[in-house]
């Protein structure tokens, strides 16, 4: 997690704004007068607040912050209302999970309103709320709300000065097809199992089981993908809780330094979710033993538990990609791989055009699409990577796949860059090159019969202008070929 790289270190700013945000509304809760359970609301809800809203622009971040509470209170009172009446709210909250994974099809927003509902279902069973605590809970929330958003927007805004990442989009389909109408009753099949599972388990603790099979669906898109994220779910949590065993245990709530280190897990989270899912749930779980330690019920046999539920979070998740509408690593892998080598295509057509004297083409965009792109290629591809994966000769053309897409990725950073040089001239050979990268790559992505016949020939070295661009088409050029034997079988991915 410390080696992953951090470029102009922004995992390292968003996690120390995370922890001036969340530690903020959880000062204003307490100089507020709000009771202790409420204060953990409102630090949960700040956390969620700056976690889960990822819209492209700064406005439209807030607009969705803005819209939190329009979902989180009404979730909130549901919950406390039926917490009484076991079956009526396990209904109530397996219909938020369905909702919830189906409002990913609206893109950023929705998937950040599903999460907000959701988890403020979950801290209610956590907090053990009752309607008379509510119009706390609520107070807490807004002013949350209200400090976190005037971190992020206001004292310490960090998107105004990064560019907005680039966020590709799902593949698409229709029905039943549309991955988030499957995911959603995926989700909600392996939430109802977790919650039968869970209450077998233990009839106060049940809804660890809930979150546990919520969150593995977060983020992925194939049986492969989910399976993987579950095993890391309960690696995570199994450290966890070995460290809360030496840590939290021992401090048995004492205020001052469990508020401190919960500062460290939150920070933690933030640091770690974009590189080891593992570490970020070491983290939550870490955190989580400190709140319940704060709350008087912190014990071994407690943090026992909370493995167990993990465990059956986990097994619901696994049979309902398995079981229900399933899709096969294969099939999200192609997709993924294929829209990563149209963008190669499109950065040097780009590129050529530019190279040509065209000023309005701009390969740049597209360098920072195909970035995008491959992050979630190495996604797709992680269950075939992964240590454990016991086909090694998948495994070795997975990895192939991965290492030849990121030196198509280096040679096009090149060649966009040389495009980008005012100095830069045309060579009658470039707009050769760049016919053959096309062909090449259209033959990629074609049916699998023509990938067998891919002949990218050598591009012989000639000093001359534009040479520096041609270099890297050359490269471009020979991974393009390379790539032809992995993708040429489809036991790259599994089925």
Same mark, same amino acid.
């Given at each position: 997690?410390?080696?992953?790289? $951090?470029?102009?270190? +922004?995992?390292?700013?968003?996690?120390?704004?995370?922890?001036?945000?969340?530690?903020?509304?959880?000062? +204003?809760?307490?100089?507020?007068?709000?009771? +202790?359970?409420?204060?953990?609301?409102?630090?949960?809800?700040?956390?969620?607040?700056?976690? *889960?809203?990822? $819209?492209?622009?700064?406005?439209?971040?807030?607009?969705?912050?803005?819209?939190?509470?329009?979902?989180?209170? %009404?979730?909130? !009172?549901?919950? !406390?209302?039926?917490?009484?009446?076991?079956?009526?709210? $396990?209904?109530?909250? +397996?219909?938020?999970?369905?909702?919830?994974?189906?409002?990913?099809?609206?893109?950023?927003?929705?998937?950040?309103?599903?999460?907000?509902?959701?988890?403020?279902?979950?801290?209610?069973?956590?907090?053990?709320?009752?309607?008379?605590?509510?119009?706390?809970?609520?107070?807490?929330?807004?002013?949350?709300?209200?400090?976190?958003?005037?971190?992020?927007?206001?004292?310490?805004?960090?998107?105004?000065? /990064?560019?907005?990442?680039? &966020?590709?989009? %799902?593949?698409?389909?229709?029905?039943?097809?549309? @991955?988030?109408?499957?995911?959603?009753?995926? !989700?909600?099949?392996?939430? &109802?199992?977790?919650?039968?599972?869970?209450?077998?388990?233990? #009839?106060?603790?049940?809804?660890?089981?809930?979150? *546990?099979?919520?969150?593995?669906?977060?983020?992925?898109?194939?049986?492969?993908?989910?399976?993987?994220?579950?095993?890391?779910?309960?690696?995570?949590?199994?450290?966890?809780?070995?460290?809360?065993?030496?840590?939290?245990?021992?401090?048995?709530?004492?205020?001052?330094?469990?508020?401190?280190?919960?500062?460290?897990?939150?920070?933690?989270?933030?640091?770690?979710?974009?590189?080891?899912?593992?570490?970020?749930?070491?983290?939550?779980?870490?955190?989580?033993?400190?709140?319940?330690?704060?709350?008087?019920?912190?014990?071994?046999?407690?943090?026992?538990?909370?493995?167990?539920?993990?465990?059956?979070?986990?097994?619901?998740?696994?049979?309902?990609?398995?079981?229900?509408? @399933?899709?096969? /690593?294969?099939?999200?892998? =192609?997709?993924?791989?294929?829209?990563?080598?149209?963008?190669?295509?499109?950065?040097?057509?780009?590129?050529?055009?530019?190279?040509?004297?065209?000023?309005?083409? $701009?390969?740049?965009?597209?360098?920072?699409?195909?970035?995008?792109?491959?992050?979630?290629?190495?996604?797709?591809?992680?269950?075939?990577? #992964?240590?454990?994966?016991?086909?090694?000769?998948?495994? *070795?053309?997975?990895?192939?796949?991965?290492?030849?897409?990121?030196?198509?990725?280096?040679?096009?950073?090149?060649?966009?860059?040389? &495009?980008?040089?005012? =100095?830069?001239?045309?060579?009658?050979?470039?707009?050769?090159?760049?016919?053959?990268?096309?062909?090449?790559?259209?033959?990629?992505?074609?049916?699998?019969?023509?990938?067998?016949?891919? =002949?990218?020939?050598?591009?012989?070295?000639?000093?001359?202008?534009?040479?520096? &661009?041609?270099?890297?088409?050359?490269?471009?050029?020979?991974?393009?070929?390379?790539?032809?034997?992995?993708?040429?079988?489809?036991?790259?991915?599994?089925?």
């Amino acid at each position: 997690m410390f080696m992953a790289p $951090d470029p102009g270190l +922004l995992r390292l700013r968003l996690s120390l704004r995370a922890v001036l945000g969340i530690g903020l509304a959880v000062a +204003l809760s307490e100089l507020a007068g709000l009771s +202790l359970p409420a204060s953990i609301t409102g630090g949960l809800t700040a956390l969620l607040a700056l976690f *889960t809203v990822g $819209d492209a622009t700064v406005r439209g971040q807030a607009v969705t912050t803005a819209l939190l509470p329009a979902v989180g209170f %009404p979730v909130l !009172a549901l919950a !406390a209302v039926l917490h009484a009446v076991p079956t009526v709210r $396990d209904a109530v909250w +397996l219909a938020v999970v369905l909702g919830g994974v189906y409002a990913r099809r609206w893109g950023p927003r929705g998937h950040a309103l599903g999460i907000f509902a959701f988890m403020t279902f979950f801290i209610t069973q956590f907090l053990h709320a009752v309607p008379a605590q509510l119009p706390q809970l609520y107070a807490a929330m807004t002013l949350s709300l209200a400090a976190s958003s005037a971190v992020r927007f206001g004292a310490w805004c960090i998107e105004r000065r /990064t560019p907005a990442p680039v &966020a590709p989009a %799902p593949p698409t389909g229709r029905g039943l097809a549309r @991955p988030t109408t499957r995911q959603a009753f995926q !989700a909600t099949a392996a939430c &109802a199992f977790a919650i039968a599972a869970g209450q077998i388990l233990s #009839h106060e603790r049940w809804y660890w089981a809930v979150g *546990t099979a919520w969150w593995i669906f977060v983020n992925t898109s194939s049986r492969g993908e989910t399976l993987v994220r579950g095993f890391r779910r309960v690696l995570g949590t199994v450290i966890g809780i070995a460290v809360g065993l030496v840590i939290a245990v021992p401090l048995d709530g004492a205020a001052a330094p469990t508020a401190g280190l919960v500062a460290v897990c939150v920070f933690g989270i933030f640091y770690a979710a974009a590189v080891s899912y593992t570490w970020m749930m070491l983290a939550v779980t870490v955190m989580a033993g400190l709140l319940y330690g704060l709350l008087g019920v912190l014990d071994p046999g407690l943090l026992l538990l909370r493995v167990l539920e993990t465990g059956a979070g986990a097994l619901g998740a696994a049979l309902a990609v398995l079981l229900v509408l @399933p899709v096969t /690593t294969h099939a999200t892998t =192609d997709a993924w791989i294929g829209r990563a080598l149209h963008c190669v295509h499109a950065c040097t057509s780009e590129a050529a055009a530019r190279l040509a004297g065209s000023p309005a083409a $701009d390969p740049a965009r597209h360098v920072a699409e195909l970035e995008s792109l491959l992050g979630r290629v190495r996604l797709s591809l992680a269950p075939l990577v #992964h240590p454990l994966a016991p086909l090694r000769a998948r495994r *070795t053309r997975a990895r192939q796949v991965v290492e030849l897409l990121d030196r198509c990725a280096l040679e096009v950073r090149g060649l966009a860059s040389v &495009a980008a040089d005012p =100095d830069a001239s045309h060579d009658e050979r470039l707009a050769a090159a760049c016919s053959r990268v096309e062909a090449a790559v259209e033959a990629l992505t074609g049916p699998a019969a023509a990938r067998a016949g891919i =002949d990218v020939p050598a591009l012989a070295a000639h000093p001359a202008v534009g040479e520096q &661009a041609l270099t890297h088409l050359h490269g471009l050029e020979q991974a393009l070929k390379a790539l032809a034997e992995p993708l040429r079988s489809r036991s790259i991915t599994v089925a």
